[in-house]
């Protein structure tokens, strides 16, 4: 093979690539797992290739192209059938995200938070930027703004929980959501089967604004080496805890979603106090598998608060050996998160636990852009109420924002236990 060959397969390749993956954006909105399988291997192939015509060597791995190059073409035939799907209401499907899976095809991590920290020292030169404002803001990549969301999602309990996003290419996405299951009825010989209907609701998601302000000062932005990783961090943890919060007792009101627990359809039971057993949790599950859940009880979730936790891993038997939870209970997938409140009830100590199916929620997510301002000027105020001024302080303030909304699509498979004492 000539170096004029070599050169022409590479251009060839690169090209098969690019459309490949603009054919599966163009069927279903973005590469499943399989078909990321399949881009990496050719990406992989390319650069093998690249190699060989710097250095003239590696000419024995050339060969699979052919190869790779046919599986490709099939890739969107070969994707799994176990990915949540959806349709919008236009008919057009939607590949959704479990908690695991990125939008992005790089690994997270590092480069948003170094992007950030380029621009704050002035460095835009080797920062993905597709462009900027006369008030100093920053949009940032398609390709970066995605691994903002990616890193918002990996740290976010819901998704851990089972929790699937679907990529918004607009300002709204209607989907359909079940309110109830059809009803089946034996039949004798020639007599006419009794109808049912299906209870379907639209569910629409509209992105709304989710914020955040990271202050900064100037001495960490010069001293620290781990700056960018920093600055990556508080803005995972901001976000990730927000969309939790929202997902799991978000009002519906004042821009914010509405969550699980102020869903009018889903289970509940209230007054629990403060728990001597798992009994209240037992029946949470018993509701959830009383709405026809047929999945089993290690397909359900349970999110408490750490403080629930707490009382809950010091229970006692007779004995006084740690009291075990009951056999379903045991069985749960079990998560904590300080996005649920312990500040609820007449004496401002109460807490929610939710348990339930969370495959049945979905997060709609604008994937598109994430806007990223740095502010020179200015004051910032923090959940604990204190200031922050750019000017007078020597900071420099991070503001980001992602667009997202919150849907329940079967109620009926989550119970809120209320009124949680320590």
Not at 333 to 354: K, N, Q
Request: glycine share 8%; charged share 20%; net charge negative.
């Amino acid at each position: 093979m000539t170096l004029a060959d070599m050169k022409e397969r590479h251009s060839t390749l690169i090209a098969e690539a690019k459309g490949f993956v603009a054919e599966c954006e163009k069927d279903h909105g973005g590469l499943t797992e399989d078909e990321h399988e399949h881009f990496n291997e050719l990406h992989g192939t390319a650069e093998t290739l690249q190699a060989a015509i710097e250095d003239g060597s590696g000419l024995q791995n050339i060969e699979t192209f052919d190869k790779i190059r046919a599986n490709a073409v099939r890739g969107v035939e070969r994707r799994p059938k176990s990915y949540p799907r959806f349709q919008d209401g236009e008919g057009k499907e939607i590949v959704a995200r479990a908690g695991d899976q990125t939008f992005s095809d790089n690994p997270l991590g590092g480069e948003l938070g170094q992007s950030i920290h380029n621009i704050l020292r002035g460095d835009i030169q080797n920062v993905q930027v597709g462009s900027t404002d006369s008030s100093g803001g920053y949009l940032l990549t398609p390709e970066i703004s995605t691994r903002f969301i990616d890193l918002a999602r990996s740290a976010s309990v819901c998704m851990s929980a089972g929790a699937v996003t679907l990529p918004m290419n607009s300002s709204e996405l209607t989907i359909a959501g079940l309110t109830s299951d059809p009803t089946s009825h034996w039949r004798p010989e020639t007599v006419a089967v009794t109808s049912t209907n299906l209870a379907f609701n639209k569910i629409t998601l509209r992105a709304r604004t989710l914020a955040a302000i990271v202050p900064v000062s100037i001495e960490m932005l010069e001293d620290a080496t781990n700056a960018g990783q920093i600055i990556e961090s508080a803005l995972q943890t901001s976000m990730a805890r927000k969309l939790d919060q929202a997902a799991l007792v978000g009002a519906g009101a004042a821009s914010e979603p509405k969550g699980i627990r102020n869903h009018a359809d889903i289970n509940t039971i209230a007054s629990v106090g403060t728990p001597t057993d798992y009994s209240k949790f037992s029946l949470a599950i018993g509701d959830v598998m009383a709405a026809n859940y047929a999945g089993d009880v290690s397909g359900l979730a349970w999110i408490n608060h750490p403080r629930t936790d707490d009382t809950l891993d010091g229970l006692q038997d007779t004995t006084n050996q740690p009291l075990m939870p009951t056999p379903r209970v045991a069985q749960l997938r079990r998560l904590s998160t300080t996005a649920l409140p312990i500040t609820e009830g007449g004496s401002s100590d109460e807490s929610v636990s939710i348990v339930g199916d969370f495959s049945q929620l979905a997060f709609g997510m604008r994937t598109r852009s994430v806007v990223v301002r740095i502010l020179d000027a200015g004051t910032a105020t923090d959940s604990s109420g204190d200031s922050w001024n750019a000017n007078t302080q020597l900071m420099r303030h991070i503001v980001a924002y992602m667009r997202a909304d919150v849907a329940v699509l079967r109620p009926t498979f989550f119970t809120a236990l209320t009124g949680i004492t320590a």
